[in-house]
């Protein structure tokens, strides 16, 4: 095999990195738990790090790195998110003083626009990480015909930099099937398999969940709102009902929608949010995950949940088509193919030794998804566009720090 060399000088480390996000800390979601990762993985090689976002009264987690608070009001609709208002004077001042090699914005709102526009400002390389498809979250409020307009938004942003992230190599045909910049780059997502791993079955835990022994559980785990596939996910439930086919639903999660969803699903079991050790043991506690969210970037409930030791039956769609491998490891259900989630679950609902060879092969694959490697190769690309900027720039970017001599 040829060896791959590098120029030492595109693998300069940065010494400071500024992040912009709509959410760090105050709701646990996916985007949140990997800039947190990134944060103190950077933090460990020696990088300061200024994380610019609104902040809540009341917090989910304790977060990673350096908090600075932006001004923020709750989100019309969706009053659990925070719309930052920009970047005002104050923060520009912490920022300016901070003097970061590199600007990393996660969402293309109020904020990484200004913050963009500081960066282009003041001849600092600007990324960008793609961790939401909002353009499609239209669909799920009857407001289908905007969709073209967010997806022109989104476009408009992300050409101005320099880089984008996507979690996934289906994340990158599509965007650049849509054009939407001019050079998309793969920042992947990791598990810890010490936490989420089939030993973590607890026969006390589905006791405590009044789950009966020998019933077969469907897991749904994330946020309960529309653009998670909720009624997509009700209605193959219905569907096995009709046929009479044996199961017992779970549903781990909080959101707008839990209301809503318990009414269309009385016989479930919903354990409200949960995290750490409940949240492994309710994952390695059930047997097949079902994830029908179209909007993922990446499944980071999917990849927890092979971790866990569970065949999967999820969309056709960007947020799972890099994970499952159908028909090996779960199934890829086309969006919107009527009776075909139901299909599938039943195959793995009537058939144990189907699930368990899917639940082992699952739990091999996701064991390559190794976080220390993919927060590394981010730094990595960082120390790539600061080089490149500089080069373009006529600059010789300083040789301290190098990556290769570590």
Known sequence: MKQITHN??????????????GNYNYVMDGPVRALNKLVAHLESRGVQVLVFAPTAKKTAFEHCGT???????????????????GLP??????????????????????????????????????????????????????????????????RRFYRRCERIYVPSRCMVDLLQQQK?????RIWSRGVDTEI???ARCSHQRRSAMGIKTGETVILFVGRLVLEKGLGVFADALDELDRRG????AVIVGEGPEREHFAARLPQAIFTGYLKGQALAEAYASANIFFNASTTETFGNVTLEAMASGLPAVCADATGSRSLVENGKTGYLVPAQTNGAYADKL?????????????????????????????????????SEVIASAAESAGEQPQTA????AE
């Open 8 to 21: 030492p000088i595109r693998q300069q480390k940065p010494q400071r990195v500024a992040i912009f996000s």
């Open 67 to 85: 908090l600075v608070s932006v001004p923020s009001i709750a989100l019309p609709g969706r009053s659990e998110y925070r719309l930052a208002l």
């Open 89 to 154: 004077p104050k923060q520009q001042c912490i920022l300016k003083e901070f003097s970061p090699d590199i600007v990393h914005v996660a969402a293309p709102d109020w904020l990484g626009h200004t913050a963009t526009d500081w960066a282009k400002k003041h001849g600092i390389p600007a990324v960008a990480s793609f961790h939401t498809r909002f353009d499609t979250y239209p669909r799920y409020y009857h407001m289908a015909w905007a969709e073209k307009y967010i997806t022109r938004l989104m």
């Open 180 to 184: 939407m910049a001019k050079d998309i």
């Open 196 to 198: 989420f791993t089939p």
């Open 245 to 248: 086919t044996a199961y017992r």
């Open 346 to 382: 039943e195959l793995l609902l009537t058939d144990s030794g189907l699930r368990h060879r899917f639940a082992k092969a699952a739990t091999e694959k996701a064991a390559n998804f190794h976080w220390a490697n993919i927060l590394e190769n981010m730094l990595i690309e960082y």
């Open 401 to 404: 720090g190098v990556l290769a």
